[in-house]
């Protein structure tokens, strides 16, 4: 039996986490064993992010610390978005780094494991092919899934055929590759065989879904498909949807499905026309008020949440005060916001990063003040009313899970009193609230329905 060892540290996005939880399954299957401290690890891997500056520095650090504590029978791999773009910087920049492995390469994670452990490698050893390998294929035998408790991501697609201005992502990832339905179905059926109560299905942008393979509508169809396949998955959520491709027949789907959660989580990145031209992205705001409106009007008790950019290049106090009224004005139940960050690369470079740093700190607070403020008004109407929330942890006496409305990490938490049990949907009533979370109470008479 093999008596090995590997720690993994994943970073970044929930797309790179199920690339993570791909690897772990190849090397799980291959009989070696996860351990938590990486002193007792024969294999240590990194799978970095390189969305932005921060997020690259941390996957530096953490390279670092690992390469320099080091034993000799143990070998680092870098895995992931950062490596993919900056390969051969990366093992540069941290002596010790033995393999460099592309985004789209995670599935040699085993070969690249055999190849380092069978004898020295004076040099890094590296799986960076220019071509994108397709997601979709089963050759790798790995599920594109991340499974945390009762919910699990499900990688839908990879890549983006985008043209946003200041992302990174399509130099990294390449174009979007869509996987085949079919492939999808047999790991949602599999995940609900496992006891899986919430799907979440992610890619960068999810409602492009299907376009490489010919499918128009393709999200839609594939929502259709899903809740016909697993009929008591009791939970489907769909994240990152791109401007403009919200459809008629995905509104359809997500207005009359009992398991499509009335959750829409839309990266407006900005309001103004005119940053959202510079931004390379769709800039009809008109589309954007109408799209809300028929979906608030057709979905009941929809929650919608969207991510902005402040502080993009030549984003004037008229602008950002566009995208101030526009967030007053929508109250969205969620907002994330990030102050820019330059991308060297991308179709941004040409404009620089001219907003000084205090001006982007600045609006970047006044904005989060703002949507603080609504986003505790419209907790507040939560209470007395029952939400069912799936629980994932306790604390002593509290039990901690999420409604509909919160999609994990990013959004907030429900706390509800006594034991509710752990990967079970309890009808949950609402008696406080704050900025983010809510607090609640079982409603016992439901729990055994
Ligand atoms: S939609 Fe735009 S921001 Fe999102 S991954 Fe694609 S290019 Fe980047």
């Known amino acids: 039996m093999n008596k090995q060892t590997f720690h993994l540290v994943s970073l970044g996005c929930a797309k790179n986490t199920v690339d993570s939880d791909s690897m772990a399954q190849l090397l799980l299957r291959d009989g070696y064993r996860a351990v938590d401290d990486p002193s007792r690890a024969h294999v240590l891997i990194v799978n970095t992010c390189g969305f932005i500056g921060p997020a690259k520095e941390e996957s530096l650090r953490v390279l670092r610390e690992l390469a320099e504590g080091k034993k000799r029978n143990q070998i680092l791999i870098a895995a992931g978005c950062l490596t993919q773009r900056y390969g051969a910087e990366v093992a540069e920049k941290v002596p010790g780094v033995d393999g460099v492995l592309g985004t ?25 092919p220019e071509e994108a390998k397709t997601v979709g294929t089963d050759e790798h035998e790995a599920m594109r899934v991340s499974v945390a408790g009762a919910s699990a991501y499900l990688k839908i697609a990879d890549g983006c055929r ?39 299905l992610i890619a960068q942008d999810t409602t492009d879904y299907g376009h490489d393979l010919g499918m128009k509508d393709g999200l839609a169809i594939l929502l259709e498909r899903l809740t016909a396949s697993v009929p008591d998955l009791d939970w489907i959520r769909v994240m990152y949807a791109y401007p403009g491709y919200v459809t008629d027949r995905l509104i359809d789907v997500m207005a009359s499905s009992r398991q499509v959660l009335p959750y829409l989580d839309m990266p407006l990145q900005h309001a103004h026309p005119k ?3 510079r931004m390379r992205r769709p800039s009809n705001i008109d589309w954007v008020y109408k799209t809300l409106d028929k979906m608030r009007s ?19 106090e008229e602008e950002f005060q566009a995208l101030y009224d526009f967030v007053k004005e929508i109250r969205f139940d969620r907002v994330g916001a990030f102050q820019f960050s330059f991308e060297p690369g991308t179709a941004s470079e040409p404009l620089g990063d001219p907003v000084p740093a205090e ?67 309890v009808p949950v009533k609402i008696t406080g609230a704050m900025a983010y979370d809510l607090t609640g109470v079982p409603v016992p008479s439901l729990i055994n329905l």
């Not at 690249?112 to 040099?123: D, M, S, T």
């Not at 979905?299 to 993009?312: E, H, P, Q, S």
């Not at 505790?376 to 629980?391: E, P």
């Open 162 to 200: 985008r043209p946003c201005a200041f992302c990174a992502i399509p130099l990294i990832k390449g174009t979007a590759v869509s996987r085949p339905i079919e492939s999808i179905l047999e790991e949602a059926r599999r995940l609900r065989d496992m006891g899986v109560r919430e799907l979440i």
């Open 275 to 277: 940053t959202l031209y």
């Open 359 to 425: 001006v982007k700190a600045e609006r970047y607070a006044r904005l989060m003040e703002l949507q603080q403020g609504i986003s505790l008004q419209i907790n507040q109407s939560y209470v007395g009313k029952t939400l069912d929330v799936l629980i994932e942890g306790r604390d002593k006496e509290i039990a901690i899970g999420r409604s509909y409305r919160d999609a994990p990490e990013i959004d907030g938490l429900v706390f509800v009193e006594g034991n509710a049990p752990i990967g079970e949907i």
């Open 104 to 128: 789209r390469r995670w599935m040699d994670i085993l070969q690249v494991v055999r190849e380092l452990r069978n004898g020295p490698h004076p040099e890094p050893l590296y799986h960076l």
């Open 298 to 316: 057709r979905i009941a008790n929809l929650a919608i949440r969207t991510t902005f950019i402040v502080g993009y290049p030549g984003e004037t």
